[in-house]
Structures are given as C-alpha cells and as structure tokens.
C-alpha cells in the first residue's frame, strides 16, 4: 500500500493525468469514494485521484517494457470488483 503522506499534495504530470482520465472515461469511473482501496492507495483518496495516483505508482514500478497502455489497462482492469465505481 502506498505511504499516505507520500502523496498528501501531490502533483500529477500531464502525461499520468492524460492515462488516469483514459482510464476513467474507458471504465466509466463514478465520482465518489471506494476505488482506492482496490487499487492499494490511501483510502482518503476520491475515485478520481485515487486513480492518478495509481497510474503514478505503475509509471514509478513498472519497467520500461511493460509500460504500454495495453498493460496498464489489464492491470487496472484486473484490480476492479464486479460493480462499477
């Protein structure tokens, strides 16, 4: 799980933030709470930054071959529950 004061006032890049809307508008993302703790963010997190904060960890973690939006999509997707955010 991500540190919570890691990313208390954390800027987003423009790039993470272009793949973090992709992936809210592809999963019809709702407004709210509740995804972060799918996505092993701090839970005070809303759905929408939970999100940009988790595309930020994969950009961190992942290796350069396997940063496509292909994988970054099964990642995410893998991670959803069954009803939708």
């Known amino acids: 799980m991500i540190q919570q004061q890691m990313y ?3 800027w987003i890049p423009p790039k993470t933030y272009d793949l973090a809307e992709w992936l809210i508008r ?5 407004p709210g709470y509740g995804l972060a703790r799918y996505l092993g963010v701090s839970r005070r997190y809303n759905n929408y930054r939970a999100v940009q904060v988790w595309v930020l ?3 961190r973690n992942w290796p350069a071959e396997k940063r496509t939006t292909g994988q970054l999509r099964r990642a995410f997707s893998a991670l959803l529950p069954n009803d939708q955010f």
């Open 8 to 10: 208390s006032s954390i």
């Open 26 to 30: 592809s999963f019809n993302i709702q």
């Open 57 to 59: 960890e994969q950009q």
